[in-house]
Structures are given as structure tokens and as C-alpha cells.
């Protein structure tokens, strides 16, 4: 069922601040690097930002979508400002926007000239642990615009919170983060099943993870031993290259391969060409420039696993069970405000998979997703953002040139 905006009886016209990739009709987000395997491979993009992306876009109801980017000065041109001026409201994705090391100030002129509500969707805190510093001054001044322009600040959980009342921002909402969310269910159930069913394992890679380097390798090895494990991939170079030339998807295909391979061996992720994690690379690495492609292949997967926040959710929003690893405040944050089962990497010294798959409480996720659900649907309604949770997800509205 689609919405109007209260005040106006409209649908709205809504923009977003620095959106991840971009729209393709009936494709939804995709990377920037999408189509180009060549250009992927030379450039970083994290998909997980597009997951994100991607499922704002799907909760949020609405007529015409409009990207906001920041000229370096911020400085905006009259007919510039009155075109953002139009808009309803422009939101900003959930992403780790708290934290002390924010260039914030072209984007807060540009919102500085403008008077169109600015809303935080699901917006989260990176900090090291036992800190208590958390903004510098550019990101303080920043989100202190932010939280003038809005009802409330939708953030990731109790940290975030307390990161933005540090710097007198308490008017903040927790719901976690949009992706969970993304098909708009007030419940969702996920199937039980012991680590002895699973047949196919999604294993979320993150190859940088501070401290994690061994325990990663060990569990893609040993995982790999046990399950039809395939590896996702979020946007690591190397690992797009040896994708894309194993595929043949890329001109000088060996000379590609062998480059990225060299490469992981002088960061010592590999240990030779006879390594058999590069084995498990050329015959299990899977890349996607799309949400989509990456949601249809955790649909047919059995459970997921791994470091990756946003790969791990999106398999938890489609009903894949999936255990995560955390290894920072941030991740640490996320499973707790959504109640889902994880492995703290930390006290990790013994580690059993499955053991830890078979003690992990799905009823609880289960339970806490229905809580948060409403604490999202209150936060969209009390800024007047019309949506569509509870109904079908919003068909893809492609981006305003």
C-alpha cells in the first residue's frame, strides 16, 4: 500500500546525501564499478554500502529520488539550493558516520544553505575499544545540523546513542540498520537446522580484519573441508581480480591472476602458490556489482558465516541463518541491538564451528526483530517519512539526472 506525505498529500520527493552505487531500473543498487570488471578491479567499493542503499530505498516510499553530492567548497548555486529546497526531506544511508576522523564540512555548508528536513537512517559509531572519544569537530557540527532538522536520529544501538549524547544530541532512535528490514516483514523465521544438515556454507569474507588474519584462514580451510563453501566477497581488490580472470571476464586474464596472487603472498593472506587457500580462491570465490546477484546467491545457500556485518544480515533478512564473528565496537554493537547469534573473535582460543552453530538461539533474533521493526516503523512515522513496511517493498524508482 503506498503512502503520502502528511503534510503535502503527495508522494515525496526525496534525496540522499552521498548514496553507494546507483539505480539501475528493475535491478535496484548497484556498484559504481558495475559493468566494467576492468574498472573493478582498480577500484575499492565496499557492496555492503549498497546493501544499505538498496534497502532504504526498498522501506522507503516515495516518487522521485534525487543524489546529493558536496562540491569541495559546499558552496551551492541559487538554483542548486532551491532544487534541494523542493524536496521533502533528504536522508542519510546508515553507515559509520561517528567517529573522529570526519571531513564533514562541504556537506554541512550544503545543508547549511538549504532548510529540507535531514534525517539519519540508521547511522552507527566506529571507535576503538575503551575510547571514549568519539567525533571530532567537523563530525559533531555535522550531526548537530542533522539532529536540528529532524524529528529524531535513527541509529545502530546503545554505543551510537551514547557517542551522540556525548555531544548533546539526544533526540536518537535505535532500530538497528535498514538492511535487516529490507522486505518489509513485521516477523521473520528462520529454519533450524543442525551443522551436520548443512550442505552449502556462505562464508563472508574480510581479508583485513585486525588480529584476525590466522582465524580467518583457519576457518576458510577447515570450512571448506567440511561444507560446499563458497566465499563472498564484499569489494577486495585482489579477490575481484583473481575472480574476473579465473572467469575470463578481463583482458590479459593470467597476467591479472598471477599479479593479485603475488600480491596476497606479499601481504602474506597466502602462503605460495601452493597454498591451498588459493586453491579454495580459484574454484569457490564468488564477486557481485549488484545486491541483487549477492541476495540470490545467500538465498540458496544453507547458512552463512563470517566478518562481514552486512553480508551476514542480508542473509538473516532473507531467513538464512547465519552466525556471526565479531571483531570491533561496531560489530559487537549490531549483534546486540538485533539479538544475533555470534563468536566474539576476541576470547577465541579453542574454536569449534559447529559447536557454535548448534548453541546458536535463533529464537531470540527472531524475537528482538520484531521489536526493533517497531522501533523503526515509529522512527520513519514521527519524521514524516512515508513508507512500506508491513506491505510489499517500494519497486525501484531510478535516480533523477
Request: aromatic share 10%.
Amino acid at each position: 500500500m503506498s503512502q503520502k506525505n502528511p503534510s503535502t498529500g503527495h508522494k515525496p520527493r526525496i534525496g540522499v546525501l552521498m548514496p553507494a552505487g546507483r539505480v539501475v531500473e528493475n535491478l535496484g543498487v548497484v556498484t559504481h564499478n558495475f559493468g566494467s570488471p576492468e574498472k573493478s578491479t582498480r577500484h575499492f567499493s565496499n557492496i555492503g554500502d549498497c546493501f544499505v542503499y538498496d534497502s532504504s530505498l526498498r522501506i522507503l516510499d516515495y516518487a522521485e529520488l534525487q543524489p546529493i553530492y558536496a562540491p569541495a567548497s559546499g558552496d551551492l548555486t541559487p538554483a542548486q539550493v532551491e532544487d534541494i529546497n523542493q524536496l521533502d526531506y533528504i536522508f542519510l544511508r546508515g553507515s559509520n558516520y561517528i567517529h573522529t576522523n570526519g571531513q564533514w564540512d562541504p556537506i554541512t555548508r550544503v545543508l547549511e544553505q538549504t532548510k529540507v528536513p535531514v534525517i539519519a537512517f540508521g547511522i552507527g559509531v566506529q571507535t576503538p575499544d575503551n575510547s571514549e572519544e568519539y567525533v571530532n569537530e567537523s563530525t559533531k557540527r555535522f550531526l548537530q545540523v542533522v539532529s536540528h532538522r529532524s524529528t529524531t536520529l535513527g541509529v545502530r544501538g546503545h554505543l551510537s546513542k551514547k557517542a551522540l549524547n556525548s555531544i548533546g544530541i539526544k533526540n536518537v532512535r535505535i532500530f538497528g540498520c535498514p538492511t535487516a528490514f529490507r522486505h518489509c516483514k513485521p516477523k521473520l523465521t528462520l529454519p533450524r537446522l543442525k551443522s551436520t544438515d548443512i550442505k552449502k556454507l556462505g562464508f563472508t569474507l574480510r581479508r583485513k580484519t585486525p588480529r584476525c588474519v590466522m582465524f580467518q584462514r583457519y576457518l576458510i580451510r577447515t570450512l571448506a573441508e567440511r561444507y560446499q563453501t563458497e566465499l563472498l566477497c564484499a569489494g577486495e581488490l585482489e579477490e575481484k581480480a583473481i575472480f574476473y580472470a579465473r572467469c575470463n571476464q578481463i583482458a590479459n586474464a593470467d597476467e591479472v591472476m598471477s599479479k593479485a596472487v603475488n600480491q596476497l603472498i606479499t601481504e602474506g593472506w597466502l602462503y605460495g602458490e601452493t597454498d591451498p587457500l588459493l586453491q579454495i580462491y580459484k574454484s569457490s570465490l564468488a564477486v557481485f556489482e549488484t545486491v541483487a546477484d549477492f541476495e540470490e546467491a545467500e538465498r540458496h545457500l544453507d547458512a552463512v558465516t563470517g566478518f562481514r556485518l552486512h553480508g551476514n544480515l542480508l542473509a538473516l533478512a532473507n531467513e538464512v541463518p547465519a552466525l556471526y564473528i565479531t571483531y570491533d565496537t561496531r560489530t559487537r554493537e549490531f549483534v546486540k541491538t538485533l539479538g544475533i547469534p555470534h563468536v566474539d573473535g576476541r576470547y577465541i582460543d579453542k574454536f569449534s564451528f559447529e559447536e557454535a552453530w548448534d548453541q546458536a538461539d535463533f529464537g531470540h533474533f527472531e524475537e528482538t526483530y520484531q521489536m526493533r521493526f517497531g522501533e523503526l516503523k515509529t522512527f520513519l512515522e514521527e519524521n514524516g517519512m512515508a513508507h512500506r513496511l508491513g506491505t510489499t517493498p517500494t519497486p525501484y524508482v531510478v535516480e533523477a539526472a
